[in-house]
C-alpha cells in the first residue's frame, strides 16, 4: 500500500468513514436471510446493500451474546466472523454481552423454563466470552470495536419505562413466538419474565442505536421486535440479518450450551475432534 493511501485509510478511520464497501456478494454470503429485502427500492430503509453504499458513515453492527456458560461455542463462531466482515469493512461491531438478559435466558426454541444464573457465575462467563472471540474480532483498531454489557441500560430501567415497554405488544404476539407457542399448547408453564427478554433484546437495539443486527434464523421474532421499539423511539429501524443454525452433536437440536450438545471454540483440538466424529453422517 503506498504512503498516500495509508494516509488516506487513517483519515477515513479518525473522521469515521467507512473505507471499504461490502459487496453483494461478501454482504450475502453465509446469510440466509436479510430483512426488509428490497433489492430493487433506493431507500436506504428498505434496502441493506444500498445503505451500504450511500452512507457515508460506519453502520453500527450489533451482536449480543448471552454469557450462560463458561464457552462460546462453534454455533457463536458464525455470526462473530459476519461481524469481523462488517469490521474489515470499516463498520462498528457493536458487541453486547448480555450480563443482564443472562439471568432470565432466552426462551426461544426451550420447552421448558431456563434456570436463573447468579451474578458472578455471569460475570465469569462474560470474561471468558471476551478471551475467546479475541482471536476473530479486531479489537485493536479504533472505532472497530465497541463491548457494551446490557446491564448498563436495562438495570435502570424504572416501572414506568418496563410498562411502556409492555405496552408495545400483545400477549396474542408473543404466544405467536417460537417455543412459547409449543410450551401453551402442551400447558407448560410461561413465565411472565420470559415475555419481557424479547422486549430487553428489542431495546439493547435502541439503546446502541444499531443499523443491522445479526443472528441466527431463531432470532428473527427478536431482532422484529427491536426494529418496532427503534420506531416507538424515533429511531430508524435495524435490519436483520440473520445465519444459519449450527446443529449440536447430538444431532437433532440446535448447539446450544443449556443442552450441553456444544463443542467449545476454546476446547483442545482432541476434545473438538472427539466431539464432532460422533455427529451423525447424514448431517
Not at 1 to 9: A, C, D, G, Q, W
Not at 146 to 162: C, G
Not at 177 to 197: D, M, Q, S, T, V
Amino acid at each position: 500500500m503506498s504512503v498516500t493511501n495509508l494516509t488516506s485509510l487513517k483519515q477515513n478511520l479518525v473522521s469515521g468513514t467507512a473505507t471499504n464497501k461490502l459487496s453483494l456478494k461478501e454482504l450475502r454470503r453465509g446469510v440466509s436471510e436479510i430483512f426488509p429485502d428490497r433489492p430493487d427500492s433506493n431507500n436506504p430503509s428498505e434496502n441493506l446493500e444500498y445503505l451500504l453504499e450511500t452512507t457515508n458513515r460506519p453502520l453500527r453492527v450489533k451482536l449480543g451474546i448471552d454469557p450462560t456458560g463458561a464457552d462460546i461455542h462453534l454455533g457463536h463462531s458464525i455470526p462473530v466472523r459476519k461481524l469481523r466482515t462488517f469490521q474489515d469493512a470499516g463498520h462498528t461491531a457493536v458487541l453486547i454481552i448480555g450480563d443482564f438478559t443472562a439471568r432470565i435466558g432466552d426462551p426461544t426454541g426451550k420447552s421448558e423454563v431456563r434456570r436463573q444464573l447468579t451474578e458472578e457465575m455471569v460475570a465469569e462467563n462474560a470474561q471468558n466470552y471476551l478471551d475467546q472471540v479475541r482471536p476473530i474480532l479486531d479489537f485493536d483498531t479504533p472505532g472497530s470495536l465497541e463491548v457494551r454489557y446490557n446491564s448498563e441500560w436495562l438495570s435502570k430501567l424504572d416501572l414506568a419505562k418496563i410498562l411502556e415497554l409492555l405496552a408495545t405488544m400483545t400477549v396474542g404476539q408473543m404466544l405467536a413466538k417460537e417455543g412459547f407457542a409449543e410450551r401453551y399448547a402442551k400447558e407448560n408453564p410461561i413465565y411472565l419474565h420470559e415475555f419481557l427478554y424479547p422486549l430487553m433484546q428489542g431495546y439493547d437495539s435502541v439503546a446502541v442505536q444499531a443499523d443491522v443486527e445479526l443472528g441466527g434464523t431463531d432470532q428473527k421474532f427478536n431482532i422484529a421486535v427491536g426494529r418496532d421499539l427503534q420506531k416507538h423511539f424515533g429511531q430508524k429501524p435495524q435490519f436483520g440479518l440473520l445465519l444459519p443454525i449450527l446443529i449440536g452433536t447430538d444431532g437433532t437440536q440446535k448447539m446450544s450450551k443449556s443442552l450441553g450438545n456444544y463443542v467449545g471454540v476454546s476446547e483442545d483440538p482432541l476434545s473438538m475432534y472427539s466431539k464432532l466424529e460422533k455427529i451423525p453422517d447424514r448431517l
